[in-house]
């Protein structure tokens, strides 16, 4: 019995997979075949990034430096708050 090997794909894998499939005008059925894909694995992930929101592209990563002004923190207190996206939140604080 031929052994199995299971190869973890990334998201960006899985959705190049699915617009290829779209694109070759192939069911998904034979398609995966010709790919050696799980059809359930491959209806999964479809429905599976359908359901998630496209994360908008940013424009690179750039550094961008911020002035600290310490004259009006008579105490070294902090708070930072970073918004990740689907209602992520980052907060960090220094009392």
Do not use: Y
Not at 19 to 25: I, R
């Amino acid at each position: 019995m031929p052994t199995r090997t299971h190869h973890r794909r990334s998201h960006e894998e899985w959705q190049r997979l699915i617009t290829e499939q779209q694109q070759s005008g192939l069911s998904q059925r034979a398609f995966c075949r010709e790919n050696g894909l799980a059809l359930s694995s491959f209806r999964n992930w479809k429905r599976r990034l359908a359901a998630t929101p496209p994360v908008p592209e940013t424009g690179g990563g750039e550094w961008l430096e911020l002035p600290l002004d310490l004259s009006h923190s008579a105490t070294p207190h902090w708070e930072i708050e970073l918004d990740l996206g689907n209602g992520v939140c980052l907060r960090l604080r220094q009392r």
